[in-house]
């Protein structure tokens, strides 16, 4: 085994990190491809740059955050976070009590981790699963949850998402909907309502997610339950601060709802080209993917390394060859080890899809020759 915990995890996005700045400083900018679908992007003019003071900025831009979030994501009032997480984190800390329970449906496991986390920090009972059928509200539930886009963008059905929220409202218990890529990718590509107007208690959206905006967390939702959040995310050191707030701001001012539908187009193509050669990629919404299993599915030579272990050696192939970022690499501890090639964002544009697979091939190619060599593995994700 190669990646064996979170300190791993750590250590070999440091080293993707490095490999990226070295990409830049010697080749330039132009010979990375992101196609991880969290593009993040700064945008932002002088004169708003020179308003970023601790105090001035706040007063300026977190107020024309309430317009601009409230309009993307519906809602009474929103809250801008350092990430997502941290807003899931806040939520749970502020509604979740000890020994109560917390149920989760989603369309497909697994669940992000900052949900199980948070739970497990405040000494709650946490439930999930992606069986509809299956789901229940236990006695003592302080929160359900529903994601609404799952990690590896699997979009959850609207009629489940109704009826999960009726099964909470009936029982006066909140629910808060993790919507970080889902806040467009559901309402733009499968025309569903935004999660406010589901009947959402909270819904949180990640900014750099299939939009031109910074890493942060914007949470939307009810008035009474946001300020009370607010102050645990303020207590913690949770909120964005004002240089984040600005560049929201300017992401969600800048989305552009045609890339993603273009996108959601080009995939068929470039999922036709990889199944002449592979079995077992799958389509995404906006582009295609390969799951650790379904990747050792296709490795039909012996070796000792997991199935994460080979998504992340790919993955480090990918980057080092052809400036090819996705998320196993460059992802934060806990991150989906599934291979994504998301269409969706700028790098991915202009990028000729056939010449896209070829270097998806040659770089499996590559897979092959090394992985019955663990220190050649170990030297591909750990030393740049
Ligand atoms: C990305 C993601 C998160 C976390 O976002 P961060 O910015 O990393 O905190 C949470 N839930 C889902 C479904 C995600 O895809």
Known sequence: MIINNSLDEVRKRE??????????????????????????????????????????GPAIFEDALQEVGIKHMGGEKVLALNRTSSGILATILTLVKKDSNVVHYLAKLP?????????????????????????????????????GSTMDHQV??????????????????????????????????????????????????STDKLMPGPRGGLMAG??????????????????????????????????????LVKSYNRKDQLSDLLDLKFNNFEKTPTGVMISPEGLAGEVNISHNLSDDDLAFIFSFILLKDYGIITIPAVGMPGASPTIRFDLSTRDAFNLNLKDLSKKIESSFDKLLDVIPNEEKCREIVFSF
């Open 15 to 56: 080293n993707a990190l490095s490999i990226i700045k070295n990409i830049v400083e010697n080749n330039g900018r132009a010979c990375l491809f992101d196609l991880t679908g969290l593009s993040g992007g700064f945008i932002a003019s002088p004169s708003e740059l020179s308003l970023l003071e601790t105090y001035v």
């Open 111 to 147: 669940a992000h981790p900052s949900i199980p986390r948070s739970c497990n920090l405040v000494g709650a009972n946490y439930f999930e699963t992606d069986i509809f059928e299956e789901f229940t509200i236990p006695e003592n539930t302080s929160l359900v949850v529903i994601t």
């Open 156 to 205: 959850i059905d609207e009629a489940e998402f109704k009826r999960i929220i009726q099964m909470a409202h009936e029982r006066n218990i909140p629910v808060m909907v993790d919507d970080a890529s889902g806040a467009r990718l559901r309402t733009v590509v499968f025309n569903q309502p935004r999660a406010c107007d589901l009947g959402a208690d909270i819904a949180i959206t």
């Open 222 to 259: 009810r008035r009474d339950l946001i300020d009370e959040i607010k102050v645990k995310v303020n207590q913690f050191g949770l909120e964005a601060q004002p240089p984040l707030v600005l560049a929201m701001l300017n992401g969600i001012k800048n989305f552009n709802g045609e890339n």
